[in-house]
């Protein structure tokens, strides 16, 4: 049988999920009702340290409507198991109790669940638990936490998470010894969030006759949530169903389980009706976890021509009171990383995470994120420094295709990746020398313009553990109508609209005759859902697999129908017809009547039904994607306002399924990683208070902030299923360090040097006034 042509795949297919979404028909959490339903709503410390010494809630319980009150002692002790498939039951971890016992660690901490009938009595009965607190010395700031008095757990008495390392500093030793320059700088990173716009939220429904728990869930991965519920209660996984309909944004705030979704799955068992929790926004920005806030001490070695022999990073990381999940391994990504896409020879790294009376750490989109940060950072200031373009310096060391494969010092091996040229191709859509004569004519009339580039190389795709794999079931309906099931996972990364275009394409099917059922364990197959930029690559293998078992049945059956050869059946359009001859052929609902309703009439040996399961196992451990961002911006010295003017990404994904869906999630990523450099700040005082915990005090980026994304596509294709690899990480990754050089640029004139974040106009004004003397 010949291959069918592409129809679909690389056009802008417009989204199928729009229809519903942007008419305001979507179905979140919150919109999901069943009979008895019960709300739920949580008592939180309003200290970051405090010991628990009575918990009182009878005038709670007095409330017409209150049912329970749950405390630690009543939740806690029915944990069975309390790990992540996707990190392994025997990686070390950091505690995580459903439940705030005896002590709370932070402001928000978990100290009492109210059920009531409706979410405004649960509030109203919360503030009447009457708890009796002893507050005791808090550590906020996680620079100084280390063998602090003030412990955040007992079984880590240094309050030191966990700490990993490469080779020793004595690996690169020479190089750093013998090098012409070595620059180094600690640049310091402030904490952020996701922010979502769909906060987090879960209904969780027990149905105790069947001992079966049906969860509805704001989440990116509903069969990890499954799996996590059935080993917390200790009940089979077969008697828990997980159901995600539509989920407003993750960002890997929502892809695992945290403890007020445990409070929850454990509660569900114990009241007379589901329960639903809706998170409110203030819970989101206190509680649903932080990023970032971590700084490392980095340093480059390089010749006398400016290539670069060797790299070393010292990092730190805040993973606050309860990280989610273990926080050590994705920070040694930092350090395996640090090398960049860069000619690197040497390297060494090591990396700590500490404890602090603050928010937990969880994933958030590149969690290793800070690498990129502060190579790029280091890599302008050594060009500063060297009295070198930083164009220059770069184009010096970045790899170039033709290298390729390539292992970094730290053991990575890059390939299917083009940096240099990717990073050429940003260069000419900017027309660098022109925006540098530009520049120095602003300034000739005291306008202070700067550009700043940043380039990356991303894993996506870790085809390792829990991930490795991805399943697909594809049916072709008796109407003839094709549905595609697939584990899900959809948090407004078009994962609905690229599945339809790859079933489409790949069974030759008319793409308005495709759609896909994702999100219900009940009828899906196992997937470990959207993390790691993997939703694409992994996806399509499993449609690829399972649509060429099926793209079979249909050409026998078809020849058979037609009797026909079957290498000379092509399938186009939902119709199998006789390639050459101009006759219609027949209709996928005309197979799928006789597969279905006259099984006498199939070929010898074929079973009834149109339809096939398979699984995908990844081809490559990792996929590795790279980009570059070039930013230009505007200071204005008097009042430390920057002004974005132009953000251009070129990247390569490999070849793209749907080039709009590509650049929204460019955007997205890009626009948060603007606002983590220029606005957004998770602030707490000296006594762990957090301050920030509205709109009003924790800034987002607006469009008014955000200069009009434009794109570079090179599409070099990776070993994976059709070449493509992620991109979901990518703009949170690249923008940051492109922004901060472009202010460093424009502030160059003055000798400043930039190595903490964020840059709002008063550390601007402060920074200008340091220089100045």
């Not at 939740?75 to 109790?97: C, F, H, I, Q």
């Amino acid at each position: 049988m010949t291959e069918i042509a592409a129809r679909y795949v690389g056009s802008r297919v417009h989204r199928v999920e729009d229809a519903r979404l942007l008419t305001g028909h979507g179905t979140f959490v919150a919109d999901v009702t069943r009979p008895r339903m019960l709300h739920a709503c949580f008592v939180r410390s309003p200290f970051a340290r405090a010991r628990i010494t009575s918990i009182d809630p009878s005038a709670a319980l007095g409330l017409p409507g209150v049912h329970a009150v749950f405390v630690a002692g009543d939740l806690n002790p029915d944990v069975r198991e309390a790990w992540y498939t996707s990190m392994g039951k025997d990686v070390p971890d950091t505690p995580r109790p459903p439940m705030a016992s005896g002590e709370v660690r932070f402001v928000g901490d978990l100290v009492a669940l109210v059920v009531a009938d409706n979410a405004y009595l649960a509030e109203d009965a919360a503030e009447l638990v009457d708890v009796d607190y002893e507050p005791l010395p808090a550590i906020a700031d996680y620079t100084t936490a280390e063998n602090s008095e003030a412990r955040v757990h007992d079984a880590y008495p240094d309050n030191v998470a966990g700490q990993l390392a490469g080779a020793p500093s004595a690996a690169a030793a020479e190089e750093f010894s013998s090098a012409a320059h070595v620059v180094e700088a600690t640049i310091h990173q402030q904490g952020y969030a996701a922010v979502p716009m769909e906060t987090r939220g879960m209904v969780v429904e027990w149905e105790a006759a069947g001992g079966e728990l049906t969860i509805w869930a704001a989440t990116q991965a509903p069969h990890e949530v499954r799996i996590f519920c059935a080993r917390l209660l200790g009940i089979p996984e077969h008697n828990v169903r997980v159901i995600m309909r539509d989920t407003g944004g993750g960002f890997g705030q929502k892809v695992v389980p945290q403890r007020e979704d445990m409070c929850l799955m454990l509660a569900a068992r114990k009241v007379p009706g589901a329960l639903r929790w809706i998170e409110d926004r203030r819970e989101n920005l206190l509680s649903a976890g932080k990023a970032r806030q971590e700084h490392g001490l980095a340093k480059l070695a390089f010749d006398a021509g400016g290539s670069i022999l060797a790299a070393s990073i010292d990092h730190v990381q805040d993973v606050g009171a309860y990280p989610t999940p273990w926080p050590v391994g994705s920070s040694s990504a930092v350090g395996m990383f640090f090398p960049g896409p860069y000619r690197v020879p040497a390297a060494t790294w090591s990396t700590k995470s500490v404890f602090s009376h603050t928010g937990g750490r969880t994933a958030y989109r590149g969690p290793w994120q800070f690498e990129s940060v502060a190579r790029e950072v280091l890599l302008d200031i050594a060009a500063r420094r060297m009295k070198m373009d930083p164009i220059t310096l770069r184009r010096k060391n970045l790899l170039r295709r033709d290298e390729l494969p390539w292992v970094n010092p730290n053991g990575m091996p890059y390939d299917h990746i083009a940096p240099l040229e990717v990073y050429d191709h940003a260069l000419e859509i900017l027309r660098y020398d022109e925006f540098r004569e530009w520049q120095r004519a602003a300034r000739a009339e005291g306008r202070y313009l700067g550009v700043g580039t940043s380039n990356y190389v991303e894993p996506t795709a870790a085809g390792m553990g829990f991930y490795a794999t991805e399943g697909a079931t594809i049916r072709i309906e008796p109407s003839g109508k094709v549905n595609v099931y697939v584990a899900g996972g959809s948090t407004g990364n078009s994962l609905e609209t690229t599945v339809v275009q790859l079933t489409a394409d790949a069974l030759g099917a008319d793409i308005t005759d495709v759609g896909t059922i994702q999100g219900d364990t009940a009828v899906t197959p196992f997937g470990a859902g959207t993390a790691g930029s993997r939703s694409a690559s992994m996806t399509a293998g499993a449609v690829e697999v399972t649509a060429e078992i099926l793209r079979k049945k249909i050409v026998t059956l078809a020849a058979h129908r037609l009797e026909a050869a079957e290498e000379d059946i092509e399938v186009v359009a939902s119709r199998a017809q006789v390639r050459g001859t101009g006759t219609p052929g027949v209709t996928f609902a005309e197979l799928a009547k006789v597969a279905y309703f006259e099984p006498y009439a199939l070929p010898p040996g074929m079973p009834a039904g149109l339809e096939a399961s398979s699984r995908y196992s990844a081809r490559s451990p990792i996929l590795w994607a790279n980009a570059a961002h070039v930013c230009t911006c505007e200071v204005d010295v008097t009042t430390g306002k920057v002004t974005l003017l132009r953000h251009i990404v070129s990247e390569d994904v490999g070849p793209m399924i749907n080039p709009s869906v590509v650049e929204g999630q460019i955007a997205g990523g890009t626009v948060q990683g603007i606002g983590g450099v220029l606005l957004e700040h998770l602030v707490y005082d000296d006594d762990g208070n957090p301050l920030t915990t509205t709109f009003v005090d924790y800034l987002l980026p607006t469009a008014a902030d955000v200069p009009v994304i434009e794109y570079g596509h090179l599409e070099v294709p990776g070993p994976g299923p059709g070449g493509y690899k992620g991109v979901g990480e990518g703009g949170a990754i690249g923008a940051p360090p492109a922004v901060i050089n472009a202010v460093a640029d424009a502030l160059a004139p003055f000798g400043a040097e930039i190595t903490r974040l964020p840059l709002s106009p008063s550390s601007i004004v402060s920074l200008l006034d340091e220089v100045r003397g």
